[in-house]
């Protein structure tokens, strides 16, 4: 029996309702009332278990206050070396382990993109960008 891999397209969906629903300080009983669905249903639509069918990604987009568009930003592309549902093809390392991580759905994750959006003077930002990096052990390339 073959394990069915959620499609990157669903998993960066997902992530991106996880991150608009959790910088509106909104739970996921808070956004499956507003659409009439349960947290479950929300969890398995974050997680990219379930895929978002366009009328109920258009509802999303308009509890969440936002254009359907902002669920696609930075989205992975799936030409022909890209995987698609059937396994073959591979996405980029950078696209699999950074847009589709699991890092970007945890707490801290969301904590540190609002807080750096928050800051106004743009060297500081690429400042703490690239101490972070350090940290990480990246050469600035």
Request: overall charge positive.
């Amino acid at each position: 029996m073959v394990n069915k891999l959620p499609n990157p397209i669903d998993r960066h969906v997902g992530s991106r309702v996880r991150l608009r629903r959790v910088a509106l300080s909104m739970s996921q009983e808070k956004l499956g009332e507003a659409l009439g669905l349960t947290f479950q249903q929300i969890q398995k639509y974050e997680k990219g278990t379930n895929r978002v069918s366009a009328s109920r990604l258009k509802e999303i987009s308009q509890v969440l206050d936002v254009p359907p568009s902002y669920f696609f930003e930075g989205a992975p592309s799936l030409g022909p070396n890209a995987r698609d549902d059937s396994g073959t093809g591979a996405l980029s390392e950078e696209a699999g382990a950074i847009q589709n991580g699991p890092f970007l759905a945890t707490p801290e994750a969301v904590e540190v993109i609002l807080a750096l959006g928050r800051i106004k003077d743009q060297k500081i930002r690429k400042r703490i960008v690239d101490l972070v990096k350090a940290i990480a052990g990246e050469e600035d390339g």
